[in-house]
């Protein structure tokens, strides 16, 4: 059987979150905000019809959202992990291998499945995340990760008479010539804009252009990843699927703020707001940290105020998964680097040298009894949290109220993860 892949994209996916629990929003320009209603992160088909940019600041089309009935809202990342991991998991019931590449796409490895059955597959794919989740998503399979890639994009275009799936397997190499013949190089997976203008300068416009071009060429004049992606083009695998159990590095949370920040008690609280989040993230993937990164930073864009930006590193006696432990040594960590008289415009916390807690070496000085206490602490800690809602049981230094809290002034309801939240039928 030849290899296939699948490459799975949820449409403008955090725009399709909100349309989920607001039906309201169907057929209407929608715009998703990032942190601090900042840049444009999300856009419906209508909004991007009327001229706003991915990555536009609000203040550049706000006047536009007002002129043309725009429904600018603010980033709900809670729902937005909550709505991945739905389809996530439905997504896995259709492949032995899964790799999720982000919280709106995943790979799905379908070698030996009969090549002439893979365009419905896709279509089944789509009904059943729709079905179950509705969320809309489209579906590229071809050889490679990179042509899965492509395929997905022409999907969303409508290339090759598509219909929300599109699978190369069903061209021909001349039909695959002209439809690469059309298509922008930029549109290949890791080649970004700075990348496409030097292509451009050697006349390398086209995706057929570049699956084409001198391999020799390529490699003397890009680097071994561009070469890659050209073998990849021509349904050479170079870029093979990750398991989904590989665990994570390092784990970071971080936020700006939605007003600078001054004085070290708010930047206490945030801290360890941060730090006991990440010590959540670990926990649930079976880890230890080492040690604990802190950074704090002014506001680069403003030029007329005083600047400051530290990082610390706080290593640990013996690795934790434990809140209190990595708390504390995450505000040790910022006594050391924060500097009154300036105004802080973010901060945030890092977890490093990652284990997992199974293969952690003991030491000789070990308490098992204070352990034991730490893990049943931290096992009542997440089973609160996960039954009543995130933050529902934390650590007293995180605080209340938090002034210094991300401003989202039109954030949706938490309608999958709050049950105070739930969404009201009638």
Not at 182 to 189: A, E, K, N
Not at 391 to 406: C, K, M, P, V, Y
Request: proline residues 4%.
């Amino acid at each position: 059987m030849p290899r296939a892949i699948a490459l799975v994209d949820c449409n403008n996916f955090y725009v399709s979150c909100e349309r989920v629990f607001n039906p309201k929003l169907k057929g209407k320009p929608v715009v998703v905000l990032s942190n601090n209603d900042g840049v444009a992160v999300s856009r419906s088909a209508e909004a991007r019809a009327l001229g706003v940019n991915m990555a536009e600041p609000w203040f550049k089309f706000e006047k536009l959202a007002k002129q043309r009935g725009i429904i600018a809202l603010s980033s709900n990342y809670t729902l937005y992990g909550d709505m991945s991991a739905r389809v996530m998991s439905i997504l896995s019931t259709f492949s032995p291998r899964q790799e999720v590449y982000s919280i709106d796409e995943c790979f799905l490895d379908l070698n030996g499945f009969p090549p002439e059955s893979l365009l419905e597959y896709g279509q089944k794919i789509r009904r059943t995340i729709r079905q179950n989740v509705g969320i809309p998503v489209c579906v590229g399979i071809a050889d490679t990760k990179t042509l899965a890639k492509l395929a997905n994009h022409c999907a969303k275009k409508g290339y090759a008479g598509s219909n929300g799936v599109c699978d190369f397997g069903r061209l021909s190499e001349e039909e695959r010539s002209e439809l690469f013949g059309r298509i922008s190089v930029g549109d290949v997976w890791g080649v970004g804009r700075k990348l496409t203008e030097k292509l451009l300068t050697l006349g390398i416009k086209t995706v057929e252009d570049l699956r084409t071009a001198n391999p020799e060429r390529i490699h003397s004049q890009f680097s071994v990843v561009l070469g890659r992606t050209q073998q990849e083009l021509n349904s050479v695998p170079c870029i093979e699927l990750e398991d989904a159990g590989t665990p994570r590095q390092q784990i970071m949370v971080s936020r700006s703020f939605g007003s600078a920040v001054t004085a070290l008690a708010d930047l206490s609280e945030s801290v360890a707001c941060f730090a006991a989040t990440a010590a959540a993230k670990l926990r649930h993937d079976g880890s230890v940290a080492g040690s604990v990164c802190v950074y704090l930073h002014t506001h680069p864009c403003k030029g007329d105020e005083s600047q400051h930006q530290q990082s610390r590193i706080v290593p640990l006696n013996q690795p934790s998964d434990d809140t209190s432990v990595l708390v504390k040594a995450a505000i040790a960590g910022l006594k050391t680097i924060y500097r009154s008289g300036f105004r802080y415009k973010k901060s945030g916390v890092m977890l490093l040298g990652l284990q997992p807690k199974g293969a952690m070496q003991s030491t000789l000085f070990d308490e098992r009894l204070a352990q034991t206490k730490s893990d049943n602490l931290m096992q009542v800690m997440d089973s609160i949290n996960k039954r009543m809602g995130k933050g529902s049981l934390t650590i007293a230094a995180s605080g209340l109220g938090h002034g210094w809290a991300t401003r989202r002034d039109s954030k949706s309801p938490n309608y999958t993860t709050e049950w105070g939240e739930l969404p009201v039928a009638g």
